[in-house]
Nanobody, 120 residues
Framework: QVQLVESGGGSVQPGGSLRLSCAAS????????MAWYRQSSGKQRELVAQ???????SYSDAVKGRFTISRDNTKNTVTLQMNSLQPEDAAVYFC??????????????WGQGTQVTVSE
């Protein structure tokens, strides 16, 4: 089995910054694309940013220019640096990764979510 564990959520004022981290553990052999999603109350989960195993990144229009996704393949981690946060960025953020375990099974894995609050 594989697991994703997120950290780094919290509360900031508008214009502030937060850094989210996510680590994969367990029987990890290969990690394909890693991504961050978010879900706010009453809305569907949406893709925020993703990064391929080669380091190619893409962002939603809502966060482009403010958020940066990166990964460390040696540590099986993905990070989301969030700058110039606005109230509309408030949500539960989820880490996602497509992981192949040593058994050969592929898992579409999700973290437990971490809360980001943006308010005065």
């Amino acid at each position: 089995q594989v697991q994703l564990v997120e950290s780094g959520g919290g509360s900031v004022q508008p214009g502030g910054s937060l850094r989210l981290s996510c680590a994969a553990s367990g029987s990890v052999f290969i990690i394909n694309t890693m991504a961050w999603y978010r879900q706010s109350s009453g809305k569907q989960r949406e893709l925020v940013a993703q990064i391929t195993s080669e380091g190619i990144t893409s962002y939603s229009d809502a966060v482009k220019g403010r958020f940066t996704i990166s990964r460390d393949n040696t540590k099986n981690t993905v990070t989301l640096q969030m700058n110039s946060l606005q109230p509309e960025d408030a949500a539960v953020y989820f880490c996602n990764a497509y992981i192949r375990a040593w058994t050969g099974t592929w898992f579409d894995s999700w973290g437990q979510g971490t809360q980001v609050t943006v308010s005065e």
